[in-house]
Nanobody, 127 residues
């Protein structure tokens, strides 16, 4: 079983940066693909970023590419999302997700790919 707890969400102004974190409680963290999703108010959950467990390959949604960075620390069992140049449309509940992936060339961008989810952390962006 994998438990995920997000933290770091808060109110920020447009243009600012924010790093949110996800702590995993599992001994198999280094073998997990980790992803970030978000759900804006009144909208569906959407993919943000993912990082492969074996080679550290990353993949981003077009809407956040070049502004957001996903990273992980396997010794601390943590995954991070550095968000730069935040926009009002970045406001959402951000969810951390994890999954075992046996396909090294497949980037997990669909919510159904992930078996484990955190409770989410709220990011609010004011203008």
């Amino acid at each position: 079983q994998v438990h995920l707890i997000e933290s770091g969400g808060r109110l920020v102004q447009a243009g600012e940066s924010l790093r949110i974190s996800c702590a995993a409680s599992t001994n198999t963290f280094s073998r997990l693909d980790m992803g970030w999703f978000r759900q804006p108010p009144g909208k569906e959950r959407e993919f943000v970023a993912t990082m492969n467990w074996s080679v550290g390959r990353t993949y981003y949604a077009d809407s956040v590419k070049d502004r957001f960075i996903i990273s992980r620390d396997n010794t601390k069992k943590m995954v991070y999302l550095q968000m730069n140049s935040l926009k009002r449309e970045s406001a959402a509940v951000y969810y951390c997700a994890a999954a075992f992936n046996n396909l090294p060339n497949y980037s997990m961008v669909r919510a159904v790919d992930y078996a484990y989810w955190g409770q989410g952390t709220q990011v609010t962006v004011s203008s």
